[in-house]
């Protein structure tokens, strides 16, 4: 009897094991969506896949319930009087009790997110953040939206961008529109787009935006806040939906750099009366933002797909201004570079709404520390922010190959002209900086 009870016991153990790790793959499963089942699951049948999950685990922890009992009914005195044997039923009783609360806890989050997707889907109109027709933060102050539109990348949006972000009491949303282009695995549109930047004016943080927020390298890469930049052991809390959207109502500042985002989507944006919203259209010389992202390997340089997109964004945003007068501010990467305190003076009083307005002390002491020249031993950060601001505007004559030059000149010509900047047809007259790079000069500033 006593041989036959260890026999059962070791493969009631074995079968408990196994249903532990059962339990273990659906909880990983769970707890990160994007992998096992879910890891080809659209963004329809995520929520889908999740409850499945969650159903078998739930079998899981029911059978792994039973396994116990049977452990128990079955040796009985043979457990009792086995100290091991109790040692490892106790060990089992108290796994089934994990299992069981991490089962309930995933039910509540689950249904947390089903009532999360219906408060998504409420009018704006009807937001809680909502006075008086305006949208204010839960600290009471009117919140004031800041929208840099880049219309490439590598046009000085991060620098400029940072230059925004110095405001008190301000959230900064790095690309929040990456989003969109990672879940769809296509080019972000008018359609999927400007409804992100809606809900990220108005706070609506989606679990499945906070999700995506785990999966970057550092969530303060893209959600630039306080909260986001403290040290966290546990991510699925700090970036809980409800914590991320507390934290931008609070704000009254909220700035946003996109630059997969077109001039002529911004009427719906601008629009919106709840919102005092303003944009700023950036935009740099083709041949140095070009060359530079083919350089650094961000995209294949192709031309004749960017150069439209300058171009349209060049025409919508006079006329922007235009519609919209006092909201909406068109300046070239070159402008800033040659005159950085005077073109911060200017997009600071634009913001504020003040012709007479003098620089923020903040914002001067940004420029006085980024426009600084780095050492010569000192190597230039691809992606940061510190430069020589009077060479960097077209340092990329200095490395850019012939082919290159003709090529973006050949496709970007009007793109050129409308910057009011001089083709150079040659890679010698690139390298001669007699050669002025605008139109009405001689020589260079």
Known sequence: MHMSSNMIFRKQIILVAVTICVVLSCLQNINNPDKGRQENAGEANRLTAQKENLQQMTAAVRELKRLVDILTSHLGQDIALNPKALLERRKMEELAKVFSDAEKENVEEEEEEDVEQLSEEVDSSNHTDIIDG?????????????????????????????????????LYLFEPELHVRVVTKEMVTEETGIPLLKDMIYCHISRNFSTWLRTRASSFNIFRHPITKTHCKNWSTCLAPSRLRNACRGEHIRVMKVIRIRM?????????????????????????????????????????????????????????????????????????????????????????GDDSAKLSPRWALYME?????????????????VRNTNEQYQAWRASITEHVLLDIEASCESVLRKLGYNLFGSLERARNTSYSLFMNQDKPV
Not at 137 to 164: D, H, I, Q
Not at 369 to 385: C, E, I, M
């Open 134 to 170: 305006r949208l204010m933060s839960s600290t009471g102050k009117p919140v004031r939206v800041v929208v840099l539109v880049g219309s490439t990348a590598r046009s000085g949006t991060s620098f400029l961008g940072e230059l925004l972000s110095q405001f008190d009491n301000v």
């Open 369 to 385: 520390n980024h426009v600084s020249r780095p050492s010569a031993n000192q190597l230039v950060d691809v992606y940061g922010t």
């Open 264 to 352: 002529a989507w911004m009427r719906p944006l601008l629009d919106d009366p709840q919102v005092d919203l303003k944009v700023i259209h950036l935009v740099r010389d083709p041949r140095g933002s070009l060359f530079s992202m083919a350089k650094h390997q961000l995209h294949k340089l192709d031309p004749g797909l960017y150069c439209p997109l300058i171009e349209d964004d060049m025409i919508q945003t006079p006329r922007l201004m235009l519609e919209y007068p006092g909201r909406v501010l068109g300046i070239t990467y070159e402008q800033l570079c040659l005159d950085p305190m005077g073109k911060a003076t200017e997009i600071w009083r634009f913001l504020i």
